[in-house]
Structure formats: C-alpha cells, structure tokens
C-alpha cells in the first residue's frame, strides 16, 4: 500500500477478522474517527490471528473484499492486505511497526480493539513495546461491565505510561457470529451488514450451511401454510413435497430446503386478489408487465416475499424456487427445476396428456423433463385455454430444446 495525498498525522487501526464486517464495525470506526480527530481509519483483515484457532474462518479475499465493499463510500477509510498477505502467524506489533515505517515515525496511531481484548494486551507479543508505538481505544457496547474495564484500563496506563481510551458504541450489540448464526438460521442480514455485504454473501453463498428444521418448526410452517389455503389446495402442496422430496434424493438436494420450497410455492396463490395487491405493495414485490395483467401468476413471487418476510427465510435457492415455478426463467437451478416439475406431476394432479412422461422424465434427466413440461404448458394454454402465454415460455422451450433431441 502505498501513502499519498495529504500528510497523515492521526491514524486509527481497526483490526479484525470481518468474518463478515457489520455496521458495528462500521460504526465504530466512524466514531472513533470523529472523537479522536482521525485522518485515517485503516482496516486490517487478520490473516491467521494467533488468538483464534477457528479453521472455519471464510478465506481472507473474500474477508478482505467484504471490507473493501462495506468501506468504499467512506473517503477516511481504507482497507490494508498487510496481514491477509503475510505468511504465517500474524501478530499486531508487526503490523503496528510496519504501519510506522510506512505514514513515518511522527504519526500518532490509535488501535482499536474489543474491550475484551485489553486484559489480555499483556499476553500479546512484544506488548510493552506495543503499548508504546500505539494509543490503544478499547470500545465496548453498552452494559460491558465497565467498571472493572475502567480499572484494567487505570492500571495499564499506570504501570506502562500509555494512553487507553474507551469508547461505548451502541451499534456494536451486533456481532460476526451472530450474523453468521442468523445466516445458519436462514434469518435476515439486512441492514445489521452494509447491502454491497449482503449482496456479496448472498452471491458467494458464505456461511450457508444445511438447514435444520426441528418437528415443531416444521409443524408451525405446516399450519401457517394450511391456514393461507383450501383443504383441496393443501392437499396439492402435500403431493407437491411428496414429489419433491423423492426428486431431491435423486438430485442430491437439502431435504429441508425442497420441503420449504415444495410447503410455500403456493401460500399465497388463494389470497383475495385485493390482498395480494396490497402484499405486493407492502413488501415491494416487482411483477413484470405480464404478470401484473394476470394476477394469478403472482402468487409464485408473493409467496417467496411471504416467506422471507414473514419468516426471516432468505436463502436464495429457495426464494427463487417459489418465485419461479409459476412460469419460470432462465437458467433455473435444480431445485428450480425441481418445483417446477413437482408442481406439474404431483400424485393429485387432475391427469393430463404428458403427464405420466414428464414425471418419468424427471426422475433421471431435469432437462429435458423440463422441456415436455414447457411444451405440455404451452400447448395448455395456447391450444385448450386459447389464452396468451407469458412470453418468457418461448425462451424457455429454446433453452431445452437441445435436450430434448439427446
Ligand atoms: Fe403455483
Ligand atoms: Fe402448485
């Protein structure tokens, strides 16, 4: 990293392992900035701290790339890769020296770090010296308890001549590991990290890790569910997931996400038309031109809207198998694919001709069962209905085409 512009004077060090970065970090950055008179907060992206063994530990790009997303709009921050890049161990007082070498031995240096850190600074390597080179800023949320910090903070500037401040910063309530742990819950991220974040974990899928619904959850969705829906709807959702689930093991899919995905795909498909119009207001649902003409097809987006609103669910796999099988899109994922084809051969379904080949079809190839159902769909409702299809059908049928001939 290279310093240019304006002479730095002040500068903050915000280590951490941004497994993944959240507002809090943010900002408290931002608010030691502002008390101590910063020039400059530098983020620093541990590489393999010595503190913590966690072999879980996302790698540092994407660790590092976190940072640099959430940091970017901020003229005062900046994100060094001095630790991401060394190799080995790393430890604090070699950044800190490299940093001096770096903006000059004048510059004064502020580190922050988790109250929780201060009674363990005497463990860490070359720590007198450490305690020398740099002010320490130790920041807590509040209901830490303070006061027995404040008199670890006194004494370590008694015994080593050092300046510590402490700073009480609401926002850091939230932590990386609830975050992560609400991701494992498929709960939401959003605003708790900075959009570039959330959009960036979303796209990696980081932290996702298998779903686990206990019976009782299960059972509470059940109800909701039911509850949204005729007795002989209900009864199509079942053969649905029946369907689904034997299609999952084939195609190796997460039970639990196919059996969310098979329960809600279509929750919302019997709400009055009047409230499904306020519901796609309520949680800004975009139908396309087509489907704003035929409310009827909205249910497959207003159903994965239900599901993430009303159940902190955003697992984007399952979101988009909801929202998707009503006339689907391209480039669909398996478990896409999956309700889709679930939807059209479930046990209960009113027979049709194609039916029985399409549900043979899935059982070992997706594609070119896809393909006979677009074509029976088609012929459905351009043939039998003599109704317009959504355009998108078109594409779709050329994009599966090339299987069918296989
Ligand atoms: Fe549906
Ligand atoms: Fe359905």
Redo the contacts with the bound molecule.
Sequence with gaps: MEVKGAKITKLAIMGGTFDPIHIGHLVTAEEVRHEFNIDEVIFVPTGHPPHKSNINMTTSEHRYLMTVLATAANASFKVSRLEIDREGVTYTIDTIKELKRMYGEEVRLYFITGADAIHKILTWKESEKLLQLCEFVAVTRPGHNKNELLWQIDELKRRYQTNIHFLEVPALAISSSNIRERIHHMKTIKYLVPEEVENYIKKYNLYEYRICLTPQEREHMCQYVSSKMSPKRYA??RG?IEMALELAKIYQLDYDEVFIAALF??VA?ELPVQEKIALCQKYAVELDAFEALHMELAHGKLGAALLENEWGIYKSAVLDSIKY?TVGRLGMGDLEKVIYLA?MTEEGRSPYKGKEQIKNLALYDLNRAMYKALSSSYNYVTNILKEEIHPITYELMAEYKPYDSK
Excluded: G, I, M, Y
Aim: net charge negative; proline share 0%; aromatic share 0%.
């Design positions: 199509h959702t649905v795909h279509d498909k099988h939807d």
